[in-house]
């Protein structure tokens, strides 16, 4: 089994900053590639970055382009998420997803894990 434990979101100005972690864990696990999607109340999940492992290519969302950046630690199982310049519309739950073999990496479907979440609250 695969255990994905998200951390590190709070409640920030606009324009301030915060960093996600995740952690990932299980005796098997490997994965492909690894993202961060957010989700508000009663919408899709929405893509936000993700970091591919052959290569290290790193897409993100048109709409965080320049102010988040996805990383990873010491490991492919711990995954990093600096947000920077946020603003009220950057308000969601965070979600760290993982694959287990390679699909497209911008869309919820093609993950087969996820955490829990962590919320992020940008006030104005």
């Known amino acids: 089994q695969v255990h994905l434990v998200e951390s590190g979101g709070g409640l920030v100005q606009a324009g301030g900053s915060l960093r996600l972690s995740c952690a990932a864990s299980g005796r098997t696990f490997s994965s492909t590639a690894m993202a961060w999607f957010r989700q508000t109340p009663g919408k899709d999940r929405e893509f936000v970055a993700a970091i591919i492992w052959s290569g290290g290519t790193t897409p993100y969302a048109d709409s965080v382009k320049g102010r988040f950046t996805i990383s990873r630690g010491d490991s492919k199982n711990t995954l990093y998420l600096q947000l920077a310049s946020l603003k009220p519309e950057d308000t969601a739950v965070y979600y760290c997803?993982?694959?287990?073999?390679?699909?497209?990496?911008?869309?919820?479907?093609?993950?087969?894990?996820w955490g829990q979440g962590t919320q992020v609250t940008v006030s104005s």
């Open positions: 997803a993982a694959q287990r073999y390679y699909r497209d990496p911008t869309e919820w479907s093609g993950y087969d894990y």
